[in-house]
């Protein structure tokens, strides 16, 4: 089984990396973290970075894990290997673009590019934020699937993903104690659905209501409550289309012997309890 340790960054191909920048640090909030040959990099916490924009087709994702050593990746190598999915080393140039030491590239069942990592740069300083919206950390993604039962399967059993929740199909994922890392929704094609950072509380993310507002960025969720994992959140619209969360609040699961997944159904209820609609395609239809 793959040991995944924690996301360690996420990359998102931009037909504007300029203009995505900008977005990164005067509204997201996110410090720069250099540029190199095409690609921007950005910080949102301790580590070295957390987001990075690359000048591209806006439908090239990938999602870097951390694993704990390289015999890990040779483990994950042969696992990835044994499903009949494709599966690559990292080319020295991969592996200086993404800021580590080794690099193991693969597709999940969907076609999602996803990323193993060892040896990542070390930050260098504490991270400083480009504006006070109140970010505390990149936590977690959403991620499209085109089969949520077999891809769900391939988290949790190829790898050491576990269900915190279900909203219909879409499974929540976690892989440490915090209540999901991954979310599934189901969709016609692959790729990152959201990509959520937590804020300190509640202050922030209403102030971030208001801030987006008077900026005229596009809210299509929130603020609103999520029933599953308890998170106060906010969604809104980015660069090439990417939804963007503020959340805080969400819920640990520290008992791993006694928990047990609860299933939602695929209702508006089950995305806000406070009564918030999405206007997000995957939370409307699943």
Same mark, same amino acid.
């Given at each position: 089984?793959i040991d995944?340790?924690?996301?360690?960054?996420?990359? #998102?191909?931009?037909?504007d =990396?300029?203009? $995505? !920048?900008? *977005?990164?640090?005067?509204? #997201?909030g996110?410090?720069?973290?250099?540029?190199?040959? /095409?690609?921007?990099?950005?910080?949102?916490?301790?580590?070295?970075?957390? #987001?990075?924009?690359?000048?591209g087709?806006? !439908?090239?994702?990938?999602?870097?894990?951390? +694993?704990?050593d390289v015999?890990?990746?040779? $483990?994950?190598?042969?696992?990835?290997?044994?499903?009949d999915?494709?599966?690559?080393w990292?080319?020295r140039?991969e592996?200086?673009g993404?800021r580590?030491?080794?690099l #193991?590239?693969?597709?999940?069942?969907?076609?999602?590019?996803?990323?193993l990592v060892?040896g990542?740069?070390?930050?260098?300083?504490? *991270? =400083?934020a480009?504006?006070?919206?109140?970010?505390?950390?990149?936590?977690?993604?959403?991620?499209r699937?085109?089969?949520?039962?077999?891809?769900? $399967?391939?988290?949790?059993r +190829?790898?050491?993903a576990?269900?915190?929740?279900?909203?219909?199909?879409?499974?929540?994922?976690?892989?440490d104690?915090v209540h999901?890392?991954?979310?599934?929704? %189901?969709s016609?094609?692959?790729? +990152?659905?959201?990509?959520?950072?937590?804020?300190?509380?509640?202050?922030?993310?209403?102030? $971030?209501?208001?801030?987006?507002?008077e900026?005229?960025?596009?809210?299509?969720?929130g603020? /609103?409550?999520h029933?599953t994992?308890s998170?106060?959140?906010? *969604?809104?619209?980015?660069p090439?289309?990417?939804?963007?969360?503020?959340?805080?609040?969400?819920?640990?699961?520290?008992?791993?012997?006694? *928990?047990?997944?609860?299933?939602? %159904?695929?209702?508006?209820?089950?995305?806000?309890?406070?009564?918030?609609?999405?206007?997000?395609?995957?939370?409307?239809?699943?």
């Amino acid at each position: 089984m793959i040991d995944l340790r924690d996301i360690r960054y996420v990359r #998102l191909g931009t037909c504007d =990396v300029e203009a $995505a !920048s900008r *977005y990164a640090t005067s509204i #997201l909030g996110l410090e720069q973290a250099g540029r190199e040959n /095409g690609t921007r990099y950005f910080r949102s916490d301790g580590r070295d970075h957390t #987001l990075a924009y690359v000048e591209g087709d806006p !439908s090239d994702h990938a999602i870097g894990f951390d +694993v704990l050593d390289v015999a890990a990746l040779d $483990a994950a190598a042969s696992e990835i290997d044994a499903q009949d999915l494709p599966v690559a080393w990292g080319t020295r140039e991969e592996c200086e673009g993404r800021r580590v030491e080794h690099l #193991l590239r693969f597709t999940d069942p969907s076609g999602n590019a996803i990323e193993l990592v060892h040896g990542a740069r070390p930050a260098g300083h504490a *991270y =400083v934020a480009s504006r006070e919206a109140g970010i505390t950390g990149f936590s977690h993604i959403g991620l499209r699937t085109t089969d949520a039962a077999r891809d769900e $399967a391939f988290w949790t059993r +190829v790898c050491n993903a576990r269900v915190s929740d279900r909203i219909g199909t879409a499974p929540l994922l976690r892989i440490d104690a915090v209540h999901h890392k991954l979310a599934l929704f %189901p969709s016609a094609h692959p790729g +990152v659905q959201h990509v959520n950072h937590q804020v300190a509380g509640v202050d922030d993310v209403m102030r $971030a209501y208001y801030f987006l507002r008077e900026r005229n960025v596009r809210i299509v969720f929130g603020p /609103g409550r999520h029933p599953t994992s308890s998170a106060i959140f906010l *969604y809104y619209e980015g660069p090439d289309g990417m939804i963007y969360e503020y959340s805080t609040g969400v819920r640990t699961i520290d008992d791993e012997t006694t *928990y047990q997944p609860r299933q939602f %159904p695929f209702a508006p209820a089950s995305f806000c309890m406070w009564g918030s609609l999405p206007d997000i395609p995957e939370f409307r239809k699943g």
